[in-house]
């Protein structure tokens, strides 16, 4: 009997859990393409150009980068279920600051704090995923937490535009709370509690070099498409992005 509850709570959780990460992956793809939309509206609204409400966007991606490659190992540290419904909450909160901002530093300021929410939310969503799906229903959950990458991007601009159109670009972050609220809950109810583990040392060389080498990458090609931007230096900082990540590449390895 024990048997069988435990193979009917597999099976429900291979079904439920990857559609609660893609609901997380959706806001998070589709915050990140309905902005473009709303920037020339933004830029009117906190009396400054577009490139510096872009900043936004950069910082936004840069977090990303920087906090990804360390969400496994909190994740490990803390608990999955832990550190993923406060990557929601964190991402929530976020999101009704960048609403709320009424200027361009504290709108860069909350992109940071949301790019630290949506670091925590995918990879460790697909961590869950991975830890609580069988292998039959593997593929059906790879599948179900992919399509959003493919969707949100095609509706963003579109969701963007009525909303700028009709509304305020305020809305357009504040469409991620009702979202957000019924994935929370959905995390209470579905999402089994994995307690944190003691884990081997973090390795704090190879994650301030792999930081480092993609900040400088995402940086240097972000600068590279600003007309008014020197190509060299942008060139410059790219080139020691690449060197950096060959570094971090041979201190990880030993």
């Known amino acids: 009997m024990r048997r069988l509850l435990v193979a009917r709570q597999v099976e429900r959780n291979s079904i439920i859990l990857p559609f609660i990460v893609a609901a997380t992956y959706f806001m998070e793809s589709l915050d990140t393409t309905i902005i473009a939309t709303a920037l020339p509206q933004m830029a009117r609204s906190f009396h400054v150009g577009p490139n510096e409400v872009s900043l936004g966007m ?3 991606m840069l977090t990303l980068a920087v906090l990804i490659p360390i969400s496994g190992w909190i994740a490990d540290r803390y608990g ?10 964190i991402f929530t909160l976020a999101s009704i600051f960048c609403g709320a901002a009424n200027s361009a530093l504290s709108f860069t300021v909350a992109r940071i704090l949301q790019g630290a929410g949506g670091a925590m939310m995918v990879p460790v969503g697909r961590m869950i995923v ?3 799906t069988d292998q039959a229903h593997m593929l059906r959950a790879i599948s179900a937490i992919t399509w959003p990458a493919i969707i ?6 579109t969701v963007g535009g009525f909303i700028t159109t009709y509304a305020s670009w305020h809305w357009v972050f504040f469409l991620n709370i009702p979202f957000s609220i019924a ?3 959905a995390i209470a109810v579905y999402v089994p509690n994995q307690p ?4 081997r040392k973090l390795d704090i060389t190879g994650l301030l070099l792999t930081s480092a080498a993609l900040v400088s990458l995402l940086y240097g090609m972000e600068l590279a498409s600003h007309t ?4 060299m230096l942008a060139g410059g900082i790219i080139a020691a992005g690449f060197l950096i990540g060959i570094l971090a590449g041979v201190t990880t390895r030993k």
């Open 58 to 60: 950069t910082a936004y």
């Open 80 to 89: 999955t279920r832990t550190v993923f419904g406060s990557a929601v909450v």
């Open 130 to 132: 991975a830890r609580n």
């Open 152 to 157: 949100a991007p095609v509706v963003g601009p």
């Open 183 to 185: 994935v929370f809950v």
């Open 196 to 199: 944190g583990q003691r884990t």
């Open 228 to 231: 008014s931007a020197s190509l």
